[in-house]
């Protein structure tokens, strides 16, 4: 399916001279004199090689169809990550590097989607928020609330993260799978 280059978001696969691509970032920028061009970072999804591309607003790029599967995460054995798919009960051994940065937020029994092309693995999909306890905080500053001020935690899987003062250690909290920002307190 073409879509437009202002349409480019991280995440997308795109296919490029027979290989697929993997969109890691974009930055649209509209420079003072001609048209607006989106700066698109993206790797390889079979070699791993990275490339920076420009697409200008009327320029057209495939975006690869993907079939999506729910699976359920079950464990990791060093590089590799086991998957079983919920209906079938079929288990998929995957490479770590699939997830990328968002594999700290991975758990045990997580229910996932992986994408798959040509009934090849291609990218799997965390939830996009996810339930952790603040293990330890920071104590809060005299005088930090004035201002709106974050403070440094660690949650139960290890991962440091800014939350607002009023976060304690025991604490549930909802945090970004994307970016493992704090998103607000579990219920």
């Not at 928020?129 to 899987?157: F, H």
């Amino acid at each position: 399916m073409k879509i437009f280059g202002v349409d480019i978001r991280p995440g997308m696969i795109l296919e490029d001279n027979g290989k697929l691509y993997r969109v890691l970032k974009t930055q649209h920028t509209q420079p003072g004199k001609g048209g607006a061009y989106m700066m698109v970072e993206m790797k390889c999804i079979t070699d791993g090689t990275k490339r920076n591309e420009r697409y200008r607003s009327a320029d057209t790029v495939e975006k690869v169809a993907l079939e999506g599967r729910p699976m359920q995460y079950l464990f990791r054995a060093d590089d590799s990550l086991t998957f079983m798919d919920t209906t079938t009960y079929d288990q998929v051994i995957l490479p770590s590097e699939l997830i990328g940065d968002q594999i700290v937020w991975l758990t045990e029994n997580m229910e996932v989607h992986v994408e798959f092309y040509n009934e090849q693995p291609v990218t799997i999909a965390l939830p996009d928020k996810v339930e952790v306890e603040i293990t330890e905080a920071d104590p809060v500053v005299k005088g930090q609330t004035a201002a709106s001020s974050y403070k440094s935690a660690r949650v139960s899987n290890g991962q440091r993260i800014q939350v607002p003062p009023y976060i304690e250690a025991g604490t549930r909290i909802i945090v970004n799978t994307a970016d493992g920002s704090f998103v607000g307190r579990a219920q």
